[in-house]
């Protein structure tokens, strides 16, 4: 599932361990260790590297050639507009890779009608704001941070006075409370960390608690709902994996389970693919 470059963001180059990209008017480098290649522009211009530290979960600093505004700066993805910035953690506040992905689920509501959707990690809103336009978003992190800049996001797009519940809350513990409510909904989106801990100080732990929080969110779903997109980032997992633990949780319901990775194409002719996470995702065209 590849993403392409739009008007505020593009892959620019990669190779060797890292990437260029453009966010609207700044261009990085950050570092991407499935960049194995050579680059193919002899020279990147940056303003800010983030350069890594040695440890291998994380860790590591940005090192700015021209000032970058350190509150941020507005980008938009179609009607979504949002706030970019230079995080701790490498990335700028939002995953472009993600693009195709409110792509395909705004096709799988399109003339749903009023379509109840729930985004569980939902981290600075992009994606919420995305699937506001069909209906009802239940929207949860366990950031109060978070879920502040989600709602931020909103009022610079216009879009605070859209049905949007912002949540600040563990997901598992959300979901599972959602179930006993006898809650449903006709899609969900989630993109569950390796590791976090929730607003109470709840572990979480991807390979030991994936599977529960999956079988909530079918609980959720009915013969009448249209999808679940599930991405995993940074472990050391094959799609398979994921695809399998949908297959059995969602061997009741019709519909389809596919996976693959998720990827960013290079800017400009015979531009290559960097991938960026696995995905695996079932939908139901009803």
């Not at 633990?245 to 996976?259: C, N, S």
Request: charged share 25%.
């Amino acid at each position: 599932m590849a993403g392409a470059a739009w008007d505020d963001y593009g892959l620019i180059d990669s190779g060797d361990g890292r990437k260029l990209e453009r966010y609207g008017p700044h261009r990085f480098i950050r570092p991407d260790t499935q960049a194995l290649w050579r680059p193919r522009l002899e020279r990147w211009a940056s303003d800010g590297e983030f350069v890594p530290g040695s440890d291998e979960d994380g860790g590591g600093r940005w090192q700015f050639a021209h000032p970058v505004p350190q509150e941020g700066w507005p980008l938009a993805w179609n009607e979504v507009r949002f706030t970019a910035s230079c995080t701790p953690f490498r990335h700028l506040g939002f995953f472009p890779d993600m693009a195709p992905v409110w792509d395909w689920m705004g096709e799988q509501l399109e003339g749903r009608g009023d379509a109840a959707t729930m985004n569980l990690f939902g981290y600075t809103g992009v994606g919420t704001l995305a699937l506001s336009r069909f209906g009802p978003v239940t929207h949860v992190d366990a950031s109060k941070k978070s879920v502040a800049q989600a709602r931020a996001n909103a009022a610079l797009a216009g879009m605070d006075d859209r049905p949007v519940r912002w949540i600040v809350d563990d997901a598992a513990k959300f979901a599972a409370r959602e179930v006993r409510r006898g809650k449903r909904y006709d899609g969900i989106i989630l993109d569950p960390p390796k590791f976090g801990r929730g607003p109470e100080g709840e572990v979480w732990r991807l390979e030991e608690h994936l599977p529960g929080l999956i079988e909530h969110c079918r609980a959720l779903l009915d013969d009448d709902s249209r999808f679940l997109f599930l991405t995993v980032y940074a472990v050391r997992m094959s799609s398979l994996a994921l695809a399998g633990l949908l297959d059995e949780v969602f061997a009741d319901l019709p519909g389809r389970i596919e996976h693959g990775d998720l990827a960013m194409r290079e800017e400009g002719e015979g531009g290559r693919l960097l991938p960026t996470a696995i995905f695996a995702r079932w939908s139901n065209p009803g």
